[in-house]
């Protein structure tokens, strides 16, 4: 079964940057649609960017192209570059693989918190 270990989160000041970072298992991950997902608290979960195998990027509206996704392949590993961060970029994030079959695949999430 696929694994997922999310990791950079953490407490930053409004304006200021993270990056997350999604390491996955798997021979084949390289082929699976990927993606970043943000809960924050007491909403809904909602997409923040994915990415599929030919690198073609999608990004959620509150993003606002303030947000970068990308993969690196050899290391099996997403990475979400997120600048010009606010409070309400606050939540949970967790990383997420589709493979061939249609099947998800979710990581443990963490936590990310934009406040002064």
């Known amino acids: 079964q696929v694994q997922l270990v999310e990791s950079g989160g953490g407490l930053v000041q409004p304006g200021g940057s993270l990056r997350l970072s999604c390491a996955g298992s798997g021979n084949s991950f390289s082929t699976y649609t990927v993606a970043w997902y943000r809960q924050a608290p007491g909403k809904e979960r909602e997409l923040a960017a994915k ?4 690198l073609v990027p999608n990004y959620g509206d ?6 970068t996704i990308s993969r690196d392949n050899a290391k099996n590993t997403i990475y979400l570059q997120m600048n010009s961060l606010e409070p309400d970029d606050t939540g949970v994030y967790y990383c997420s693989a589709t493979d061939g079959a249609g099947r998800e695949y979710w990581g443990q999430g963490t936590q990310v918190t934009v406040s002064s």
Do not use: A, E
């Not at 509150?62 to 947000?67: G, N």
């Open 62 to 67: 509150f993003t606002r192209r303030r947000f």
């Open 51 to 54: 990415i599929n195998k030919w």
